[in-house]
């Protein structure tokens, strides 16, 4: 074996493709861009982790429109606590998956989709993440916006104190049946928990008042489980974090049978017009993320662990948050479907009403309003490329799912409840695909 035979074979990039093959990859774009009519001829390769090579290369345009925009680098905000998004957009930064395009890509750590607004609005960020109310705030702001992917179906809960006298749900709330007071329900104003208390009100026929009153916490004081508070409605991971690490709080009712979560990641809505491969690149390079995830799971974690953004966190906390999350569910979980069955374009608007009824909005949502911004083309693209169909329905629903969206209560759903799905199964495929060396077909 010569010198260069043992170079090309112990030198390895990030990803654990072999200099020779990455070598291939870039000839092979540098080819395709070149000779446009060349790139449908171009063999394909397949990583071990299953996205096909070479990768799609971001046009020397977009990056021109991008650096007379003031857009380079190219600035993304992620949330390192959210579950799902965290572990995506960490892989993405970790692997340097859009620097792979060729991007060059700023990092922020933003926890709260106020933030991440804040410095998406005057375009100081020009892509961003978080639940589905923080989208709103962007609609209401007429600021640009295309929603690419979704972060659908983690699970809520309502808890309790272990020692509470609450067991059967927040039907023992009505009338002050248990507690023979108004039960002190503690949530996050403005927050997809309390969205899920207003419309478990509206079915259970509770009172504000009457039934139950609510004191507004951060989840900082939630996680707690402060003394004097008899209900608090939290999001994952921190149900995880109280149920099975702290062990100060037990689930009640999960608030999902009430209200459906969903998040989003959003872009600049100009990058449409003048660099629509860049938000291309974006969903490509998150569902690859998903893949090298399910590929290597250990390498993912040991790294995710060991970031800053993590310190202070229990590594098993978020070895659970990965498993249920990234393991768990098929890898088009993130597809925004317009509207399968109500999700997500109808369900939308009847969630955010139910808070503008509250007066916690100020004002009503049409399907409209989100059909402006929802933009499902990119990840249906992405999916092209695997050879994936589309799901033709959320794929956080159990099959004969008998529930309706806009109409609580549901049946159980969602990707803690689903456990760990087949992928590729009966319909995910419409053409071969590999994936850790197996090859999968249609069926």
């Not at 991008?66 to 905000?77: D, E, Q, R, V, Y």
């Not at 009457?210 to 939630?222: Q, S, T």
């Not at 998903?290 to 970031?307: F, G, Q, S, T």
């Not at 794929?395 to 609580?408: H, Q, Y």
């Amino acid at each position: 074996m010569s010198m260069n035979q043992q170079s090309d074979r112990n030198t390895k990039n990030t990803l654990g493709i072999d200099r020779r093959q990455l070598l291939q990859a870039v000839a092979g774009t540098a080819g395709a861009a070149m000779y446009p009519s060349l790139a449908s001829a171009q063999p394909r390769t397949w990583s071990d982790w299953g996205w096909p090579m070479p990768y799609q290369q971001v046009s020397s345009s977009s990056v021109s429109w991008l650096k007379s925009k003031g857009w380079w680098p190219f600035k993304i905000a992620w949330n390192p606590l959210w579950s799902d998004g965290n572990v995506l957009l960490f892989t993405m930064l970790h692997y340097k998956l859009l620097e792979s395009r060729g991007l060059e890509v700023a990092w922020s750590e933003l926890l709260t989709a106020g933030l991440t607004n804040e410095a998406f609005v005057p375009g100081r960020i020009q892509l961003g993440q978080g639940g589905s109310l923080g989208l709103l705030r962007l609609i209401d702001l007429k600021v640009p916006t295309a929603a690419v992917a979704a972060f659908p179906a983690q699970r809520q809960a309502f808890l309790v104190p272990p020692d509470s006298p609450l067991k059967a749900g927040l039907i023992e709330l009505k009338e002050a049946r248990v507690l023979k007071r108004p039960a002190v329900c503690g949530v996050t104003i403005g927050s997809t928990p309390h969205l899920g208390l207003l419309i478990a009100a509206k079915v259970l026929g509770l009172q504000e008042g009457r039934d139950f009153v609510i004191k507004g916490l951060g989840p900082g004081d939630i996680i707690t489980m402060p003394r004097g508070i008899d209900v608090v409605g939290i999001w994952e991971p921190n149900v995880l974090l109280m149920t099975e690490f702290r062990k100060n709080a037990r689930i009640l009712e999960l608030v999902d049978r009430y209200q459906v979560f969903n998040g989003y990641s959003w872009a600049r809505g100009e990058l449409e017009e003048g660099a629509p491969d860049v938000l291309q690149a974006y969903t490509d390079a998150m569902i690859e993320a998903r893949l090298i995830a399910r590929h290597k799971p250990e390498e993912v974690l040991a790294a995710l662990v060991a970031h800053p953004s993590q310190r202070g966190r229990d590594p098993e906390l978020i070895r659970r948050d990965l498993e249920i999350h990234i393991l768990g569910p098929k890898p088009t979980i993130n597809y925004p479907h317009e509207n399968s069955g109500g999700f997500w374009i109808p369900l939308e608007s009847f969630q955010a009403n139910v808070m503008a009824d509250a007066g916690v909005l100020t004002r009503r949502y049409t399907e409209a309003d989100f059909k402006a911004v929802l933009r499902p083309r990119y990840l249906a693209a992405t999916f092209e490329k695997l050879g994936w169909n589309v799901p033709d329905r959320p794929v956080f629903l159990p099959a004969g799912w008998s529930g309706k969206a806009g109409a609580p209560p549901y049946p159980a759903y969602g990707v803690a409840h689903n456990g760990r799905q087949e992928f590729p199964a009966d319909g995910d495929l419409k053409r071969e695909w590999t994936f850790s060396g197996r090859v999968y077909r249609p069926r």
